[in-house]
């Protein structure tokens, strides 16, 4: 019975977008540990094919590295074809994104398009030509990880938050949609993790390691969660600064 | 990439540094960096002293750069980055029949500090060091990346092992693994009354994994009983290992003072009955009985502590007894002190290992320990042994001295690897590992 087990759940297929982050092989690792198939879709293809032989070496049914860039739709059909030639459920991760300083934006404004297409157009574009694949095959599970900063715009990162935050209604509307066809759709929102996006951040507290973050994912996605915080208690963090009202919270700058 | 201003401490937390450090996640930020300006590399800092510790400019954390690179199931030889943990690495392959042939006490350790420091394990009379199990190290040289082996760089290899990291950061290591017979560990464990028999045991020993716990508060007739403990890797099913436990905060002075570690290190002693025991356990179990307390070191407060290790020869054992009745006498001891039989094998110019007998012992950081690890210091010099630099962070330059006989080679590879001396330590300035041997102006008299 147990060997069946394992034999089924061998059968299940990940894409992950941003496959270099840290949250994202931290999951690509666990995932590899029970066995999964991945494709891991980047930029930087050397660090991927990295990535990819540390899946194996852990586990991993099959590892592969794909060119991927959220900004360039064109190279987004090749991963999904990829993923088709595999067996079983097809999922989906998303750890793209970008993160520039506000500052920088404020010097720049035209750094705003990079950074929504980072975020969101471009996952956001991945995921509605997936979205197909996912209800012919009758299943399949998409985490999308969106961050804190999209519950609220503050002056230290609103073009950011407002990036992720079009990410998050979408991953809203599109939960409501395979729900039907017997898919899943997991919106993750970490507080502070301690990723390569955040080494530099002062002022940071209650750091979560990426480790944390991916074992909360994949608890949430074989529970079948919504939404969730990562870890648990910036759902209260959240709740607090979401109910501060306007006329107080514009006056403030955390 | 991006700077964070970090203070530092090595496993002991006696010595801090504060300076830049820079964490790349991927190869390319790694080469990126070092192009731009050398600098040492530190992975997980489970070296006790200042190995890890650098005050005088930045560092760089290479915990990130953690993955297996390609593993050949025919010849079991790995190519990892330097940031895996060597417990990682172990877990990992032991399943699959293959294990790393050397494992130092704490499977926290990276591949890269393994190197770095030459480490060696509960078999080393049987496998040699660490490093005679690299194959090849990819060493970053400013915007070089070299491969090295024994056979290409004879020279830049061996001061590399065991080289303090001197020579250049180390990205990633090509590994010869061990055939191993199973995932389990047979431990035997029996009572050794006193110093005499701990030698004879050893020389009796017939195991390939063989150490000794020491009861270093022990005087008089006792005066180092302790526990041998010797394993042989076995096959059949694992029972599994418990949740690791966490030291939340840290201890307060008295849980480690004199008394207290007199009765526990009687009860420890008593652990094992009369007429010894044997136990099947998981395979990372006997090599790392501290790793399943995590953050162990809290122990011993917020002061921290020290660990003094030195090896000996075989028939310097007149200097253990003495070291071991001053250790006694100063209620200084903790519980943790280890006594091993080593074998010569070594795999670099600057490696700790040499045929002999090492002990290990913990000192909280507390007024005179500094003192008598000195002295122990001095015995082991003049008995023609030398401290372990991974652990040391209080012995003094001209202490070390002509303990290390190859130092002048290596000091020679290490020249023309980083002439800027960018590479640089706080235990290589502290002990001035890099610099010719005293013709100068002594530095600070500094006697204790």
Avoid at chain 1, 134 to 160: C, H, K, M, P, Q
Avoid at chain 2, 59 to 71: A, G, I
Avoid at chain 2, 258 to 275: D, K, M
């Amino acid at each position: 019975m147990n060997q069946l087990q394992n034999q089924s759940s061998q059968l299940e297929t990940w894409i992950i977008l941003g496959a270099t982050s840290s949250m994202a092989r931290a999951l690509a690792r666990q995932l590899s540990m029970r066995g999964a198939s991945l494709l891991l879709c980047g930029r930087d293809f050397d660090d991927l094919r990295s990535t990819a032989a540390d899946c194996m070496a852990r586990g991993a049914h099959d590892a592969q590295a794909c060119a991927f860039d959220a900004r360039d739709t064109n190279s987004f059909a090749a991963i999904i074809d990829r993923a088709l030639t595999q067996e079983g459920m097809i999922n989906c991760a998303v750890f793209v994104g970008s993160m520039p300083s506000q500052d920088a934006i404020d010097a720049d404004p035209n750094l705003i398009h990079g950074t929504i297409q980072d975020n969101y157009t471009g996952p956001a574009t991945f995921l509605q030509m997936l979205a197909p694949e996912l209800e012919a095959r009758g299943g399949g599970t998409i985490v999308g990880v969106g961050s804190v900063a999209g519950d609220r715009g503050r002056i230290g990162n609103y073009v950011y938050g407002s990036a992720k935050a079009g990410f998050a209604t979408y991953l809203s509307g599109l939960r409501n949609r395979l729900t039907r066809a017997g898919g899943h759709v997991v919106t993750v929102k970490p507080g502070f993790v301690d990723t390569a996006m955040t080494w530099d951040v002062e002022g940071m507290f209650l750091v979560a390691a990426p480790e944390k973050v991916a074992s909360d994912i994949l608890n949430a996605v074989k529970k079948q969660k919504n939404v969730i915080y990562t870890p648990f208690f910036w759902r209260y963090i959240m709740l607090i600064i979401r109910n501060i009202p306007e006329f107080i919270f514009k006056k403030m700058s955390i | 990439m991006s700077w964070k201003t970090l203070e530092t401490t090595g496993w002991g937390r006696a010595h801090t540094a504060t300076g830049d450090v820079a964490r790349p996640e991927r190869a390319t930020q790694l080469k990126r960096l070092l192009a731009a300006a050398m600098m040492p590399a530190f992975g997980m800092r489970r070296s006790y002293g200042d190995a890890p510790l650098n005050s005088a400019g930045p560092s760089l954390d290479m915990t990130r750069l953690d993955r297996v690179l390609s593993f050949d199931s025919t010849t079991g030889v790995v190519h990892v980055e330097a940031g895996l943990p060597i417990g990682d690495l172990g877990r990992m392959f032991a399943a699959k029949g293959w294990i790393p042939p050397v494992m130092p006490g704490t499977g926290f350790a990276t591949i890269g500090g393994c190197i770095a420091n030459d480490v060696h394990g509960k078999n080393h009379h049987v496998v040699g060091s660490f490093g005679q199990h690299v194959i090849e190290i990819t060493l970053i040289q400013g915007d070089k990346s070299r491969k090295i082996t024994l056979k290409s760089a004879p020279n830049l290899f061996k001061a590399t092992v065991g080289g303090l990291g001197q020579t250049g950061v180390i990205a990633s290591a090509k590994l010869q693994l061990a055939p191993c017979k199973g995932d389990l560990m047979v431990l035997t464990e029996r009572r050794i009354d006193g110093l005499d028999d701990f030698f004879d045991a050893f020389d009796d020993s017939r195991s390939d994994y063989t150490v000794g716990w020491i009861d270093a508060t022990a005087k008089g007739a006792n005066l180092g009983r302790g526990v041998l403990e010797e394993s042989e890797i076995t096959s059949g099913i694992n029972p599994g290992s418990g949740k690791p436990k966490s030291v939340p905060f840290n201890a307060p002075a008295w849980a480690l003072s004199a008394p207290v570690v007199r009765i526990f290190n009687e009860l420890y002693f008593r652990r094992v009955p009369a007429s010894g025991r044997t136990s099947v356990k998981p395979i990372t179990d006997p090599f790392f009985p501290l790793d399943t307390i995590h953050n162990w070191n809290r122990l011993y407060g917020k002061a921290g502590f020290n660990q003094f290790q030195c090896v000996v020869p075989l028939d310097a054992t007149k200097c253990l007894r003495i070291m071991l009745e001053r250790i006694s006498a100063s209620g200084l001891a903790s519980p943790l002190a280890v006594l091993k039989k080593m074998g010569p094998g070594r795999g670099g110019y600057m490696s700790f290992p040499m045929e002999g007998y090492t002990l290990a012992v913990d000192f909280p950081n507390r007024s005179g320990a500094a003192y008598l690890i000195r002295d122990l210091t001095d015995l082991a010099k003049d008995a023609g042994g030398r401290i372990y630099f991974a652990k040391d962070g209080v012995a003094q330059a001209k202490q070390v001295e002509g303990m290390y006989p190859d130092q002048t080679a290596w000091q020679k590879a290490v020249a023309k690897a980083d002439p800027d001396g960018a590479l640089e330590t706080d235990l290589v300035r502290r002990l001035e590992l890099r610099s010719p041997p005293h013709t100068v102006t002594p530095a600070t008299g500094g006697n204790v």
